[in-house]
């Protein structure tokens, strides 16, 4: 479905002891604006979302002294986000810019001997994006140290050998040219491989010509047809000693290699391919054909085995299959002894992911999480034998230590009422590095030790607005819904609440539909909580956290049971003495914009809308979208499979129920959920003399109110705002555009 921060200052003893590069400086967050400041704590505002900072990609060092991570700032002037690589002791003491600020770098990893620091950045002159800078001495700029392994290679425990997956022509497994040919205007001008017509006059053609699917998508925009016909690259094993500058190429198959590991004594490698290790193109072409049947229950609804788990010797050979496990594997890891690997299985698309293990000499498979409710998102092997499993439970994040032997439950080690990501281990196992982020707070980075004690901040580049800002809490609810189902949910209170006074509410719907609200910093309910609103926000069924089953449950019932969820957190809320039930809205996103215009169709209860990257006809959704595998699977077939149900879950056969003031957010170059909808509703809106504002958004994606940028993000919370405002608080709320986050 970020603030610059200034020059640095002068590094404390303790850090003057490690390697840094030429003009490495440590910095404080960015200085409050004098404009800004107050005499206390006072509301958020959409313009602080300049001044925030996000931190993320955590990575240890060898050696475990240090932690190196990606900051994300704002460059408010220039309207775009800005990334660095910075550094700080996991001892404690100030972080450190490691990168240069007048570069793009990001994802910073160590090489296994610690001896370089490596990154992603896009600088001139370069090949590639890999650029490292070194550790083990005084060092100047960034530079790239011949061939690199992927930032996926996996590595045995001495650091002497890199294994993994390629296409020994380069390019990735499975593409096809899409190259212009001389005196074409662009590659998707140019007549696809296949296609009958052809420009009169290729230099005076710019038009896009396509035959084919997968011709635009939401990340990249228009993508060109193949140029000539089909040819399929396997992704191949290879493996890179230290201190070679030339890969070796173990394999030639006709058939893909994934989810590689080396095995730590560096004899084995284990990795996920086909379960018959048929030829990709057989596979595919299967898949293709298939994908153009209408739905059959039998056939569709059957469980499958898609892969399983094979080893190799290191020196090559005959691949073993290690065990037969239906369904697929992903995310391989030996153990530290090297006689079993652990990875995590999904048994089916709609069943819920598990922790495992396979003995790689008896092929025993073992379940390590039984029938838990919640699903693992990431595990590390522990020196000690144990598991550390980090699962989204809820709203929140849990990191686990489980049992090899499967025995007893999983066991919270670091928890509370926060999301945490980006979990790192030392190579010792020792300490993880993690981002957290609590409904108050914005992302920080910490570190702890492996069994969860000892935890600490090591960064605080959000202090200084957290201290200026009052950021809204919430209130955690659970509730009973219909059938007696529980679900999680969360009202925030308004800035300056005071008891004994009534204010207005609005709901707030996610994405997906199997995405999440959680115990996190949310730019978009401190917007509204900012100007003086309650904010509900709750996980219906469909959402993601509460295991399969639930994720699941709305298939083929959509607007059903999780229209009737949302509703009861209303009817929860709204019995609340300081809530004022004749002055809610609601809003939400993709999913949660559809579900918006739903909820203007079945009810008047609300007193303004507004829907962003909506969606209000499936059939012309399917038409134009490059998402059409989600009502594939969730509408049970395609729109001509199954035209009923596409039908009634389509918001724009009912539009004249709706008498609800709507503000519409839409992307110009949205591809996920295009233009088309929100046209459509907004022209039966109009027509019926609704009230009704449609904001389109030029250069955006579906991604605006996350990654788009920054002055329309801005832009976009400013109007909810007013818009709200306007039908809640009242016209006098209403601030203009230019001063709305003032």
Same mark, same amino acid.
């Given at each position: 479905m970020s603030p610059t921060v200034r020059p640095g200052r002068l590094l404390p003893a303790a850090l003057l002891a490690l390697p840094m590069v030429a003009g490495a400086q440590a910095a404080a967050p960015a200085a409050t604006p004098a404009a800004s400041r107050t005499a206390g704590p006072r509301a958020f505002t959409p313009t602080d979302v300049y001044r925030l900072t996000t931190v993320g990609n955590p990575a240890v060092s060898p050696d475990g002294r240090r932690v190196a991570f990606t900051v994300t700032t704002v460059k408010e002037a220039e309207n775009r986000r800005h990334n660095e690589v910075w550094m700080v002791p996991t001892a404690g003491g100030a972080p450190f810019r490691f990168t240069s600020p007048s570069t793009e770098s990001s994802n910073p990893r160590f090489t296994p001997d610690g001896k370089h620091l490596l990154f992603t950045s896009q600088r001139p002159g370069g090949k590639g994006s890999t650029w490292a800078i070194r550790l083990d001495e005084p060092s100047g700029e960034a530079f790239q140290i011949g061939w690199l392994p992927p930032a996926s290679a996996s590595w045995t425990r001495d650091g002497a050998l890199a294994v993994f997956a390629d296409t020994s022509e380069g390019g990735a497994a499975g593409s096809d040219s899409t190259r212009a040919s001389d005196g074409v205007r662009s590659a998707i001008s140019r007549a696809p491989f296949g296609a009958i017509t052809k420009p009169?006059?290729?230099?005076?053609?710019?038009?896009?010509?396509?035959?084919?699917?997968?011709?635009?998508?939401?990340?990249?925009g228009y993508v060109a047809n193949r140029a000539e016909a089909r040819r399929w690259r396997p992704a191949q094993l290879f493996t890179l000693a230290k201190g070679d500058t030339v890969k070796k190429q173990l394999t030639r198959t006709s058939y893909s290699h994934r989810n590689v590991a080396v095995s730590p004594d560096g004899r084995w490698i284990a990795f996920v391919a086909d379960s018959a290790l048929r030829p990709d193109s057989l596979v595919e072409t299967e898949r293709d054909s298939i994908a153009r049947l209408p739905y059959d229950k039998a056939r569709d609804e059957a469980e499958r085995?898609?892969?399983d788990i094979y080893v190799i010797p290191v020196a090559g050979g005959t691949p073993r299959k290690v065990a037969t496990i239906p369904g697929s594997e992903a995310q391989l890891d030996w153990s530290p002894d090297g006689r079993t690997i652990a990875f995590i299985h999904r048994p089916a698309r709609a069943k819920s992911a598990r922790l495992a293990t396979v003995d790689v000499a008896s092929g025993r498979v073992k379940n390590l999480i039984g029938d838990w409710q919640y699903e693992p998102a990431g595990f590390d092997w522990l020196s000690n034998g144990e598991l550390a499993m980090n699962a989204e439970v809820g709203g929140r994040t849990g990191l686990f230590r489980v049992r090899a032997d499967g025995s007893?439950?999983?066991? +919270?080690?670091?928890?509370?009422?926060?999301?945490?990501?980006?979990?790192?281990?030392?190579?010792?196992?020792?300490?993880?590095? @993690?981002?957290?982020?609590?409904?108050?707070?914005?992302? +920080?980075?910490?570190?702890?030790?492996?069994?969860?004690?000892?935890?600490?901040?090591?960064?605080?580049?959000?202090?200084?607005?957290?201290?200026?800002?009052?950021?809204?809490?919430?209130?955690?609810?659970?509730?009973?819904?219909?059938?007696?189902? +529980?679900?999680?949910?969360?009202?925030?209170?308004?800035?300056?609440?005071?008891?004994?006074?009534?204010?207005?509410?609005?709901?707030?719907?996610?994405?997906?539909?199997?995405?999440? @609200?959680?115990?996190?910093?949310f730019d978009e309910f401190q917007n509204l909580a900012g100007a003086g609103m309650f904010v509900l926000y709750t996980n219906p069924r469909g959402s993601s956290g509460y295991g399969a089953d639930f994720t699941y449950s709305t298939r083929g019932r959509w607007f059903d049971e999780d229209y009737?969820?949302?509703?009861?957190?209303?009817?929860?809320?709204?019995?609340?003495?300081?809530?004022?039930?004749?002055?809610?809205?609601?809003?939400?996103?993709?999913?949660g914009g559809v579900m918006t215009a739903w909820v203007t169709v079945k009810t008047n209860r609300?007193?303004?809308?507004?829907?962003?990257?909506?969606?209000?006809?499936?059939w012309s959704w399917y038409g134009s979208s490059d998402a059409q595998?989600?009502?594939?699977?969730?509408?049970?077939?395609?729109?001509?499979?199954?035209?009923?149900? @596409?039908?009634?879950?389509?918001?724009?056969?009912?539009?004249?129920?709706?008498?609800?003031?709507?503000?519409m957010v839409q992307s110009e170059e949205d591809f996920r959920t295009p233009m088309t909808d929100a046209e459509q509703w907004f022209m039966g809106l109009r027509k019926q003399g609704v009230p009704t504002e449609l904001v389109r958004y030029p250069r955006?994606?579906?991604?605006?109110?996350?990654?788009?940028?920054?002055?329309?993000?801005?832009?976009?919370?400013?109007?909810?705002?007013?818009?709200?405002?306007?039908?809640?608080?009242?016209?006098?709320?209403?601030?203009?555009?230019?001063?709305a986050g003032k």
């Amino acid at each position: 479905m970020s603030p610059t921060v200034r020059p640095g200052r002068l590094l404390p003893a303790a850090l003057l002891a490690l390697p840094m590069v030429a003009g490495a400086q440590a910095a404080a967050p960015a200085a409050t604006p004098a404009a800004s400041r107050t005499a206390g704590p006072r509301a958020f505002t959409p313009t602080d979302v300049y001044r925030l900072t996000t931190v993320g990609n955590p990575a240890v060092s060898p050696d475990g002294r240090r932690v190196a991570f990606t900051v994300t700032t704002v460059k408010e002037a220039e309207n775009r986000r800005h990334n660095e690589v910075w550094m700080v002791p996991t001892a404690g003491g100030a972080p450190f810019r490691f990168t240069s600020p007048s570069t793009e770098s990001s994802n910073p990893r160590f090489t296994p001997d610690g001896k370089h620091l490596l990154f992603t950045s896009q600088r001139p002159g370069g090949k590639g994006s890999t650029w490292a800078i070194r550790l083990d001495e005084p060092s100047g700029e960034a530079f790239q140290i011949g061939w690199l392994p992927p930032a996926s290679a996996s590595w045995t425990r001495d650091g002497a050998l890199a294994v993994f997956a390629d296409t020994s022509e380069g390019g990735a497994a499975g593409s096809d040219s899409t190259r212009a040919s001389d005196g074409v205007r662009s590659a998707i001008s140019r007549a696809p491989f296949g296609a009958i017509t052809k420009p009169i006059d290729p230099k005076r053609f710019d038009g896009r010509h396509v035959v084919e699917f997968g011709y635009k998508s939401n990340d990249r925009g228009y993508v060109a047809n193949r140029a000539e016909a089909r040819r399929w690259r396997p992704a191949q094993l290879f493996t890179l000693a230290k201190g070679d500058t030339v890969k070796k190429q173990l394999t030639r198959t006709s058939y893909s290699h994934r989810n590689v590991a080396v095995s730590p004594d560096g004899r084995w490698i284990a990795f996920v391919a086909d379960s018959a290790l048929r030829p990709d193109s057989l596979v595919e072409t299967e898949r293709d054909s298939i994908a153009r049947l209408p739905y059959d229950k039998a056939r569709d609804e059957a469980e499958r085995n898609d892969t399983d788990i094979y080893v190799i010797p290191v020196a090559g050979g005959t691949p073993r299959k290690v065990a037969t496990i239906p369904g697929s594997e992903a995310q391989l890891d030996w153990s530290p002894d090297g006689r079993t690997i652990a990875f995590i299985h999904r048994p089916a698309r709609a069943k819920s992911a598990r922790l495992a293990t396979v003995d790689v000499a008896s092929g025993r498979v073992k379940n390590l999480i039984g029938d838990w409710q919640y699903e693992p998102a990431g595990f590390d092997w522990l020196s000690n034998g144990e598991l550390a499993m980090n699962a989204e439970v809820g709203g929140r994040t849990g990191l686990f230590r489980v049992r090899a032997d499967g025995s007893g439950a999983p066991r +919270e080690v670091l928890g509370g009422r926060r999301r945490m990501s980006g979990f790192a281990f030392d190579p010792a196992k020792r300490q993880v590095a @993690y981002v957290s982020t609590g409904t108050t707070t914005p992302t +920080e980075l910490y570190i702890a030790n492996a069994d969860g004690t000892g935890e600490r901040k090591l960064t605080s580049f959000n202090d200084a607005i957290s201290k200026e800002v009052a950021f809204s809490d919430a209130e955690r609810i659970v509730y009973k819904s219909v059938g007696g189902q +529980e679900i999680e949910g969360w009202l925030m209170k308004p800035y300056g609440y005071q008891s004994g006074k009534k204010y207005p509410l609005v709901l707030y719907i996610h994405g997906g539909p199997h995405s999440a @609200y959680g115990e996190n910093w949310f730019d978009e309910f401190q917007n509204l909580a900012g100007a003086g609103m309650f904010v509900l926000y709750t996980n219906p069924r469909g959402s993601s956290g509460y295991g399969a089953d639930f994720t699941y449950s709305t298939r083929g019932r959509w607007f059903d049971e999780d229209y009737q969820d949302l509703m009861k957190a209303v009817d929860v809320a709204a019995q609340r003495p300081d809530v004022d039930s004749t002055r809610m809205g609601v809003t939400g996103g993709s999913y949660g914009g559809v579900m918006t215009a739903w909820v203007t169709v079945k009810t008047n209860r609300f007193k303004a809308a507004q829907t962003d990257r909506m969606i209000s006809n499936w059939w012309s959704w399917y038409g134009s979208s490059d998402a059409q595998g989600l009502t594939e699977f969730e509408f049970f077939g395609k729109p001509w499979d199954n035209p009923t149900l @596409y039908d009634t879950l389509s918001p724009i056969r009912y539009i004249r129920k709706v008498k609800t003031p709507t503000l519409m957010v839409q992307s110009e170059e949205d591809f996920r959920t295009p233009m088309t909808d929100a046209e459509q509703w907004f022209m039966g809106l109009r027509k019926q003399g609704v009230p009704t504002e449609l904001v389109r958004y030029p250069r955006s994606t579906h991604e605006l109110s996350r990654s788009g940028e920054p002055w329309l993000l801005v832009d976009r919370l400013g109007r909810l705002r007013q818009w709200f405002g306007h039908w809640l608080i009242g016209p006098r709320a209403t601030t203009t555009t230019a001063d709305a986050g003032k």
